[in-house]
Structures are given as C-alpha cells and as structure tokens.
T-cell receptor, first 117, second 109 residues
Framework: GAVVSQHPSWVICKSGTSVKIECRSL??????MFWYRQFPKQSLMLMAT?????????EQGVEKDKFLINHASLTLSTLTVTSAHPEDSSFYIC?????????????FGPGTRLLVL | GQNIDQPTEMTATEGAIVQINCTYQ??????LFWYQQHAGEAPTFLSY??LDGLEEKGRFSSFLSRSKGYSYLLLKELQMKDSASYLC??????????WGAGTKLIIKP
C-alpha cells in the first residue's frame, strides 16, 4: 500500500521555540495533503488542507500565522508550529490524498508527538 | 450541518463477531471510509465504499446504503489485536473528509 512518512516522530521543545514537521508521500504524488491534530482520547481534528503550489486552507479556529504550512512539492508538505506553547502539545498527523482511477483514499503518516515544556 | 454518528464504545469477546454502525448526513457523498486507529498511533485505512452493498476483505467487511445514509463495519473472528478505535469518514461533495468521533472497541478474552 501507499506509504506516508512523517519526521520527526517525537519532539520535546521549550516554550517559545518553533518546530517543523515534515510529511512525505513516498511512493505516490499527492497534490493535496491534510494536517490533523489529536488530543488524548479525542477524535482527529482537521487543521488545514495543504495544496501543492498554493496557500493552505485553514479550518475555523486554527491560526494560520501560528501553524505555517508549506506544500513545496508533490511529495512534501511541512507544518511549522511557531512560538510553541504548552497548549500546543498534541499528536500531529498528516495524510496524503491519493487518486487511483475513481478511488480516492487518504493515507496517514505515523504522526508526530509534540511536547512543549 | 454535516453529521456522522457512531457509537462511542463497544465491547466484544475474542472469537466473536461485532458490527459497528455509522450513520451520516452530509452535503453530497463521494464515498465512505473506515479507518482503524490503535492508541497512540495514526489511523490506518480499512475500507472504502461508494456503491451500495457489502465489500468483504478478509475478516473485515463494510456495508453501505446510500439511501439510508448508513454503513457498518463487520469484524469476524475477533482477535485481541482488534482492540482499537474505528473511525467512519465520509467524502462530501467538496471532496472533504468528514470524520465521525470514532468507536472504541474493547475485546475481552
């Protein structure tokens, strides 16, 4: 099956620093990638939709100046959490949309755990 | 508004069969997905239905009725490793995935 990687898998940082998370589709091109956040025992929350070559579309309540998204190529999207604070500690998951004929599927990366001290 | 409903939690016995239901009301429909998510891990793709009927894949089957806005995931011969959350998601008319809150499945020996 299709593979999506995320790096790093774990980040511990001090409050006020910025953290960059990379999401790569390894064996297919993804014109659209998604960034989710999941707090413990809660469901996935879509943060933004990342389109290659254009600006990301953010969900309501997500600060676009705090969560910078760059979809530089058909296989790479990055999420930068700027000036991270303890409340940003969460599990960040990316997914990549893959079209195969009429079948559209989202494949998820393994996720990145962010802990802000 | 758009809404997807599935039970919060279910319990079943190892070796048994369990059916997880999902009902949806969305603006348009371009398919329904089931994902499995183990605690602390990202979701993994299980199935995709866009036409009415039953799709079987090993121990897992997924059913869709578009007229009723209803789907279920059927898990047979349950194993302890099937303990996980199962997420129902619908692709709406804008090709956005609308997620259910997930069903936590607990398997008991």
């Amino acid at each position: 099956g299709a593979v999506v990687s995320q790096h790093p898998s774990w980040v511990i940082c001090k409050s006020g620093t910025s953290v960059k998370i990379e999401c790569r589709s390894l064996d297919f091109q993804a014109t659209t990638m998604f960034w989710y956040r999941q707090f413990p025992k809660q469901s996935l929350m879509l943060m933004a939709t990342s389109n290659e070559g254009s600006k990301a579309t953010y969900e309501q309540g997500v600060e676009k100046d705090k969560f910078l998204i760059n979809h530089a190529s058909l296989t790479l999207s990055t999420l930068t959490v700027t000036s991270a604070h303890p409340e940003d500690s969460s599990f960040y998951i990316c997914s990549a949309r893959r079209l195969a004929g009429e079948l559209e599927t989202q494949y998820f990366g393994p996720g990145t755990r962010l802990l802000v001290l | 508004g758009q809404n997807i409903d599935q039970p919060t939690e279910m319990t079943a016995t190892e070796g048994a069969i369990v059916q997880i239901n999902c009902t949806y009301q969305t603006s348009g429909f371009n398919g329904l997905f089931w994902y499995q998510q183990h605690a602390g891990e990202a979701p993994t793709f299980l199935s995709y239905n866009v036409l009415d009927g039953l799709e079987e894949k090993g121990r897992f089957s997924s059913f869709l009725s578009r007229s009723k806005g209803y789907s279920y995931l059927l898990l047979k011969e349950l194993q302890m490793k099937d303990s996980a959350s199962y997420l129902c998601a619908v692709l709406d008319s804008n090709y956005q995935l609308i997620w259910g809150a997930g069903t936590k499945l607990i398997i008991k020996p």
